[in-house]
């Protein structure tokens, strides 16, 4: 895995646990969260603790300064990984290409970030001859399911820590007198709006106003889409070109994969595509409300359809939206590493063996919609549809198709009818 490693030569904190001492991995943010987890963690278990920070696109800003952080809170050590072409490439592509979609609406941006940068965490535990992992996800929610389902699947010897579930601290409020107490420095405050988790896929938004369902989402939470009211009056069109059902290029230009999403990310948010609100099904039992903006995989998702639509016999299509179902459940569950997601992910890569060709997308205030397509594997053809004559289709064949296709109803109705006349 790339890293850029944090520098070895700062003084080690007070209180640093002895060079003898287990070592633990904790995933981190840089947020109040794991930055309490830190020093909890060497107070608790006097374990040499150390912070891995995976880059999947949450931007320069969130990790600018984020080793130094983890260090002044107690790490030994802080690394962060750039994942994002590998993000991209062998994680979101794959669920594009499968047509995976949670509850009709939710992109799964958050879910499908959370088996890489698990994974990342678990390569950093091995390489620094680590015992144990940690996370800072809450007892409540799915990601715990989904970090933890990776460290089962790929380190099932190691010790799992998750901090939420066992400390006795029970708010924000709790977590910044922990760090006061302690001169333990935070950029965090005691309001906080809303709990956001960003990649190049997507950003979420939870809690604050949108714990009521009854609240109308408020103007100022998004981040990466204009409003489509103010959005441009003129529409734009993007060309994607689709080799095997990944994108390869923009309007003509051929581009790694991250590049091309983080582009069409800026593309697709000025004209306002990409916002969803929902009400979802955690795995866990409850229910949640998140916003999330994916703008680019938006106009991914619309685009690989059309190219669905001309080169997919309908046998295939119909089976592979069937499994999309699974598929997304799958992903949000956190069962990234498994058999079964291998298997199916297998049937999705030789479904689209046949997705090549290009689209345009239009995208106008708040939508992205194909309006042309054309493909080398295209099963479309004028001759067949045309209702002129021609020497392929013979309509007097569908009679015989139609009668034989009915046969069952038909029977069916012979056999009630037979029984009434006996009645």
């Not at 969803?276 to 409300?289: A, H, P, Q, T, Y």
């Amino acid at each position: 895995m790339a890293a850029k490693k944090s520098k070895g030569s700062q003084p080690r904190p007070a209180g640093a646990s002895p060079a003898s001492a287990k070592k633990v991995v904790v995933a981190y943010s840089g947020g109040l969260d794991t930055s309490c987890v830190i020093p909890w963690l060497k107070e608790n278990y006097g374990y040499q603790v150390y912070a891995v920070v995976g880059d999947v696109g949450q931007g320069a800003e969130e990790l600018k300064g984020v080793e130094k952080k983890a260090i002044d809170s107690g790490a030994e050590d802080c690394v962060v990984v750039d994942l994002r072409e590998d993000f991209i490439e062998e994680f979101c592509f794959p669920m594009l290409v499968s047509g995976s979609v949670y509850e009709g609406k939710y992109l799964l941006g958050t879910s499908i970030a959370r088996p890489i940068l698990a994974r990342a965490q678990v390569e950093y535990a091995k390489a620094i001859g680590a015992t144990a992992l940690c996370h800072g996800c809450t007892g409540k929610g799915n990601d715990q399911v989904r970090f933890e389902g990776t460290y089962a699947a790929l380190a099932p010897n190691m010790e799992v820590i998750a901090p939420w579930r066992i400390w006795d601290l029970k708010g924000r409020e709790d977590l910044l007198k922990y760090l006061a107490d302690r001169d333990i420095p935070t950029t965090s405050s005691a309001r906080k709006i809303y709990s956001r988790d960003r990649n190049l896929w997507h950003i979420s938004h939870e809690g604050a106003a949108l714990e009521d369902p009854w609240n109308t989402v408020p103007d100022d939470i998004w981040m990466l889409t204009a409003d489509p009211k103010s959005a441009p009056d003129k529409h734009q069109e993007v060309a994607i070109r689709f080799v095997q059902g990944r994108p390869r290029a923009l309007d003509g230009k051929a581009m790694p994969g991250h590049e091309l999403v983080e582009q069409l990310n800026q593309i697709a948010g000025r004209h306002g595509v990409g916002r969803v609100d929902i009400v979802e099904n955690r795995l866990v039992g409850m229910k949640s409300r998140g916003c999330y903006e994916t703008p680019g995989g938006t106009v991914l998702m619309e685009a690989l359809r059309g190219i669905e639509e001309l080169t997919l016999d309908r046998d295939t299509l119909h089976m592979r939206e069937r499994l999309a179902l699974e598929f997304a459940e799958l992903i949000y569950n956190g069962q990234w590493f498994t058999p079964k997601r291998e298997a199916l992910t297998a049937l999705f890569e030789k479904i689209a063996e046949s997705l090549n060709g290009e689209i345009v997308v239009r995208l106008y205030k708040g939508t992205a919609t194909t309006v042309r397509r054309r493909s080398p594997n295209s099963l479309f053809s004028e001759a067949f549809a045309t209702f002129s004559k021609d020497a392929v289709y013979d309509q007097k064949d569908a009679g015989g198709f139609i009668r034989l296709f009915s046969l069952p109803s038909r029977i069916a109705a012979l056999n009630q009818m037979a029984a009434d006349r006996e009645s």
